[in-house]
């Protein structure tokens, strides 16, 4: 077995107890936790296994589920060339996570973005203003109860 | 003419003009030559030099993830096309990858080689606008036309076989638009030739001057450590050292047959971006004489009637054709329900798709993980301790694409 | 000749040559546009390829770019204009001087191209006048020249306030 093969199996094989969902699926590791753990897989993953490189912070909305939205989490492995996703769920009551930036710097740009689009509060992001949309912007426009063509324009229109 | 009520300020600055003596706070953009009109930079300097910096982007946030939620999966691909749109083509394949992925579709050989060689001849357009624009930015103006006329016949020639020059919406699921016309192999050799000519020229104006090493060497220094930290990937990435490149690590595509170096610079400064660049504009033109010579015959698109539309005869006589056909355009191709991370090599790093589908024609969610949008949150670090002028070429080097950055 | 018809006479000389000096004030105007290339997306890579050597607009006298909108007077909005970026034209345009022309460049501009939703301004004529429109996405650089001649016939027969108001 190959380090690319081996990686997810020791990931999976130190984590699947643990986590609520495991599996691999089209070539890389998806594993889902509990909010309250989110931190703790992810310094694993850093320290332990070596993802050093946290790509991408985004969020899926599922209107009609509870918890509503799915946090995603994709890191690689520059040593090993390996991906993994972490999910969490997070209900629309409390649409809190904690925040990796202590972690990753990458983290910064990625969950403002997810804030401004769903609405997902990072605890410990001491910078969630509005990076893709601007100040005054009323509502999340990724989840699904936003209608695509409500504009809230910001200069008033001609005639 | 003025209007009656002040215009609102679309973004809230992180820090405001009289917080500190004897430092003056402007605001950088965002209609601005140098931060290609859509970033704003409040740059907060001390005399010339830059002592905090706050970065806003999202001034062409276009709605690309929401729009995706009401097209099929391959009405999107002009959409996808238009992040990236120096090198359009690495979007579409990127896209049309990972849905297919998601479908457990494999594309045929000639498919898999053109599609390396159309990336990577992309990959060159993308790179000869960065540097024409960061040269020009400088004063360079010879190199700017230099390269940009280079670019022209890229863009003809690219006309030729998909009807546009610009944004092409080439890639299909399962394949490509149509297969390559006569003769297009032979002017791509003559426009490699003419590549070879242009970039010796512009290697001569600008390596060794005096002026832009002076600008550019130890400017916008970035560590490797930092810069795996705050997410780059792409030529930034390997400018610090660090030869991480997903065609070489991971290979997709055609790429583990092909014969090529992963240039990698040595300080992480704006004048190892741009010699990365130039290099990796010679490799590219290296795997696409190797993929000219050895292109394999065969059909472009993969019989599969999940996402390739029949053929035309097919569809006038047969009913089940019709059928078919009708349903690909009118509720698309039914994706199986998951999720899926793929990424490729784009011009400015790992462009990934993060795809989930509740199985339909309509996609649940479609995200981009954009590598311009990462860098630029990692900007601030490479302004700051630097001039105001250093400002353009350090942001002309990162080479932030407003489309893929913003979305 | 009676003194009637020699004023008669000398009248006509008198607009023939007030009508050359329209026209060659006409000609003077229509090429010396300073475009402000308010850029933002794709049809930025056609409004290079379009200022640079093989579509040169250097020709029309339309290449000199400003990037004071105090010093310009064509505005070439560039690609698409979101709500974000609205505040932003609507004060460069009125930074402007008179007369000013505007050109919507692109089909983002002009009606905010297959961006229907709630980031982008369907057209900039909602918050600014427009005085050419040129669609494509992006238009191919033969149809911004053809655009930009034909602002220039009409700038060629707008009458200038103050050259042709005083003499």
Known sequence: MNVAEALPQRVLARWSSLAQEAAIAHGTLALRVAPERLVELASSLKLEFGFDLLLDVTGVDWPGRDPRFDVVYHFYSTRDFVRTRLKTRVPECEPAVDSLTALYNSARFAERECHDMFGIEFRGNADLRPILLYEGFVGHPLRKDYPKQREQPLVSYRK | MSSETPLPNPIRPAFGPDERAGTTVVSIGPSHPATHGTVQIIAELSGERIVRADVHCGYLHRGFEKECESHTWSNLIPYVDRLNYCSALINDFAYCDAVERLMEIEITPRCRYLRTLLAEYSRIADHLTCTAAMLMELGAMTAFLYLVTLRDYLYEHLAALTGARVTYSFGRIGGLARDLPPGWLERLEEILRQLDVFVGRVHGLVDENRIFIDRMRDVGVLRSQEAIDWGYTGPVLRSTGVPRDLRKDTPYLAYAELDFEVPVGIKGDNYDRYYVRMREMDESVRMIRQIAERLPPGPISVEDRRCTLPEKQLVYTEIESLINHFKLISEGPQVPAGEIYAAHEGANGELGFYLVSTGGGVPHRVHVRAPSFVHVGGIHRLLEGYQLADLVPTFGSINMIGGECDR | ?167
């Open chain 3, 1 to 167: 000749m009676s003194v009637e018809a020699r004023t008669v006479q000398n009248r006509g000389a008198f607009e023939y040559l007030t009508t050359k000096k329209d026209e060659f004030v006409g000609w003077a105007r229509k090429f010396s546009l300073f475009p402000y290339p308010f850029v933002t997306a794709c049809c930025a890579m056609e409004f290079m390829s379009v200022s640079s050597t093989l579509y040169d607009t250097d020709r029309f006298g339309a290449a000199l770019p400003r990037f004071s909108p105090r010093q310009s007077d064509l505005l070439m909005v560039v690609g698409t204009i979101t709500h974000k970026q609205a505040p932003v034209l609507r004060r460069v345009y009125e930074q402007m001087c008179e007369p000013k022309w505007v050109i919507a460049f692109g089909v983002c501009a002009t009606s905010g191209g297959f961006y229907q939703n709630y980031a982008t301004l369907q057209g900039i004529d909602r918050i600014i006048p427009v005085d050419l429109y040129i669609p494509g996405c992006p238009p191919r650089p033969e149809m911004v020249i053809d655009g930009i001649m034909k602002l220039q016939d009409r700038i060629a027969h707008d009458s200038h306030p103050i050259i042709q108001g005083t003499f």
